[in-house]
């Protein structure tokens, strides 16, 4: 991150390994009810990106993706593509950077939209509900406008980063 702070970051949020485990099944319960298939390259690639707790760039994928050395990056490339359409992680944009779904609700799955609060100071993202395509193209179908894709990032500094801050005055 750009912005450098005074505080130190704990990892309180992390998924613990059985509930990374459980993501890791859903996933794959989610994919054979669709009819597609979880191969090794794209559970390997989900799995790092559900250990890296927050934002991660492919090429620390890519980096990341066998003990001994790095994957082919195409294969990391289309494994994401395959996850993020699955709906299993996102993109964030303003970051060049992927992050597991974190919404387990009726949002869960594919062609759901997200939004983001991304903390400039920890990098922690935590992912909202926005209104969905049907929903905003019920809006704008007076206009004759066709959306194609809608981001919402929102900059900031979550609740503990500013917390931590305010201690120090
Ligand atoms: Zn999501
Ligand atoms: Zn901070
Ligand atoms: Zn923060």
């Known amino acids: 991150m750009s912005h450098t702070c005074e505080h130190t970051h704990d990892h309180a949020h992390d998924l613990k390994p059985d509930a990374r485990a459980a993501r890791l099944e859903a996933a794959q319960t989610l994919c054979a009810d669709s009819g597609e298939r979880m191969t090794s ?5 989900y799995e790092l990106i559900l250990e890296a707790n927050g ?3 492919a090429y620390d994928v ?3 993706f066998h003990p ?3 994957a082919k990056p195409p294969t990391v490339y289309r494994a994401l593509s395959f996850l993020e359409q699955m709906g299993l992680i996102h993109r964030i944009e303003s970051l060049n950077a992927f992050v597991a779904c974190d919404t ?8 759901h939209t997200a939004g983001f609060l991304l903390c400039d100071c920890c990098g922690k993202s935590e992912e ?3 209104p969905n395509l049907p929903e905003i193209e019920a809006s704008t179908a007076k206009t004759g406008f066709k959306v194609n894709h809608v981001t919402l990032e929102a900059h900031g500094l979550c609740r503990a980063c500013q917390t931590e801050g305010a201690t120090d005055e």
């Open 128 to 130: 909202i509900a926005i």
């Open 62 to 64: 890519i980096d990341r």
């Open 41 to 45: 390259s794209r559970l390997r690639t």
């Open 55 to 57: 934002p991660i760039k």
């Open 104 to 111: 387990h609700d009726q949002h869960f799955g594919s062609g």
């Open 68 to 70: 001994e050395g790095a």
